[in-house]
């Protein structure tokens, strides 16, 4: 069987993390600029090629601020590092596993993700969508982005922990 490739819808796609911040609240920031590559053999995507890429300078947290710091050498390095990607190593749809590698900076780790597969559906102009919700949590000190300050009341002004979410959206390949 010959496989189908689907490509990044974005303007119905967002990927996403979540960061506790003086272990008393949760920033989000999101990446503006990523792409999704996926081939499949089926329309559930089992064992699926998927890839995954986002620009580290595009990160946006709402503060320009932060989103400096956060392009520095002390966290994605975008200068030197200008991607991080993931590229799957298996996808079992009734399970909702995901499992890849992920790349930031110059590590490389496996992580396991869900990605829940919400389905297909033709889109009022005839386009094939499929959609997925991905979760998953990582220890940013694994891909050496440990910078971080004491606070005088204890604990640490930037968890070690990041939540990872997206909602993707693909589109077949005519």
């Keep these: 069987m010959s496989?189908?490739?689907?490509?990044?819808?974005?303007?119905?796609?967002?990927?996403?993390?979540?960061v506790k911040h003086m272990m008393i609240s949760t920033v989000t920031g999101k990446f503006d600029?990523?792409?999704?590559?996926?081939?499949?053999?089926?329309e559930d995507?089992?064992?699926a090629d998927i890839s995954f890429s986002a620009e580290t300078a595009s990160v946006n947290t709402g503060s320009e601020q932060r989103d400096g710091h956060l392009q520095s050498p002390d966290f994605f390095d975008a200068a030197t590092y200008p991607?991080?990607?993931?590229?799957?190593t298996s996808y079992n749809a009734?399970?909702?596993?995901?499992?890849?590698d992920l790349t930031i900076k110059d590590t490389t780790k496996s992580v396991t993700l869900e990605a829940e597969f919400g389905g297909i559906g033709k889109d009022p102009w005839g386009n094939t969508k499929a959609g997925f919700t991905l979760s998953g949590k990582i220890n940013r000190k694994d891909w050496d982005l440990s910078w971080n300050a004491a606070l005088e009341t204890g604990?640490?002004?930037?968890?070690?922990?990041?939540k990872l979410l997206g909602e993707i959206q693909l589109v077949k390949a005519a």
């Excluded at 600029?33 to 089926?42: K, L, Q, S, T, Y």
């Excluded at 009734?94 to 890849?100: D, F, I």
């Design 155 to 162: 604990g640490v002004l930037v968890s070690e922990e990041v």
């Design 94 to 100: 009734a399970s909702g596993e995901l499992k890849g």
């Design 45 to 47: 995507f089992n064992n």
């Design 83 to 88: 991607n991080l990607s993931f590229k799957a």
């Design 3 to 18: 496989k189908t490739t689907w490509a990044l819808d974005p303007a119905h796609s967002e990927i996403q993390f979540k």
């Design 33 to 42: 600029r990523f792409n999704v590559e996926v081939a499949a053999e089926g």
